[in-house]
């Protein structure tokens, strides 16, 4: 058996991935690892709170490693951050690390490369899977998840704080991705098979955020945010 890491990011995705890897009798998961933003204490892109992250990890049992990354990352100091954390986890005799993506092959391209320097290989239990029907299996096997994040491009204020349904996926836009593979949406998975029990939550204020474009000929980048707040 092959001892693995899975690269937990609070969402739809890394659910059901690490739903199915579990299933999978070749791998021993004993550890999530998760970037955070060292800065606001809140996971990196999602934007959710690191006490709902560890809430997550104590439901499903399984271990929780922080991978801690500054305000604003250049790629040279996340690349060199990365590598140090992932040598880490070989020293540990990790042997393989999975992931939930499903059909971005420029990312799993990067991914394997970087894990590679290290010797450590990537396992992806939903790669070119339709995501029309992962994210009704999602919804048939019971997992509950909650749009966190949502690009202002797609969505108004009002689509972060939704949870997701068998009605709010068909009603998508018909350019974004069922599963919003590529960044349309973002999700925080509260309930669903993984979990002992359901993670409390509550609604808190919406924010819009802009980020600056890659280059002169690109708009810059506009996201909804939905912030949750764990119940003590």
């Given amino acids: 058996m092959n001892k693995i890491y899975f690269n937990w990011s609070t969402g739809k995705d890394s659910a059901l991935a690490l739903y199915e890897l579990l299933q999978d009798e070749s791998y021993v998961v004993d550890k999530l690892v998760t970037t955070v933003n060292s800065h606001f204490k809140r996971v990196s892109m999602h934007g959710l709170r690191v006490e709902l992250l560890q809430a997550q990890a104590d439901a499903i049992g399984i271990s929780l490693d922080f991978i801690e990354l500054p305000e604003s990352p250049n790629m040279e100091d996340y690349n060199t951050i990365m590598k140090t954390a992932v040598h880490q986890l070989k020293i540990a005799d990790y042997t393989h690390a999975a992931f939930g993506d499903i059909f971005l092959e420029d990312l799993k391209f990067y991914r394997e490369m970087q894990l590679l320097e290290v010797g450590i290989?990537?396992?992806?239990?939903?790669?070119?899977?339709?995501?029309?029907?992962?994210?009704?299996?999602?919804?048939?096997?019971?997992?509950?998840?909650?749009?966190?994040?949502?690009?202002?491009?797609?969505?108004?204020?009002?689509?972060?704080?939704t949870v997701l349904t068998e009605a709010v996926i068909n009603n998508l836009p018909a350019d974004v991705d069922p599963c919003g593979e590529n960044g349309e949406f973002h999700t925080f998975c509260f309930d669903g098979p993984l979990f002992k029990s359901p993670i409390p939550?509550?609604?808190?204020?919406?924010t819009y955020r802009e980020y600056p474009a890659p280059n002169k000929k690109s708009k810059?980048?506009?996201?909804?945010?939905?912030?949750?707040?764990?119940?003590?």
């Fill in 201 to 206: 939550f509550q609604i808190g204020e919406k």
């Fill in 121 to 161: 290989q990537g396992v992806f239990p939903l790669w070119k899977r339709n995501t029309k029907k992962l994210i009704t299996q999602f919804l048939e096997l019971g997992f509950k998840a909650i749009v966190v994040c949502a690009d202002a491009k797609y969505f108004s204020e009002d689509f972060v704080g």
């Fill in 220 to 232: 810059p980048a506009g996201f909804w945010y939905c912030d949750l707040l764990g119940e003590n």
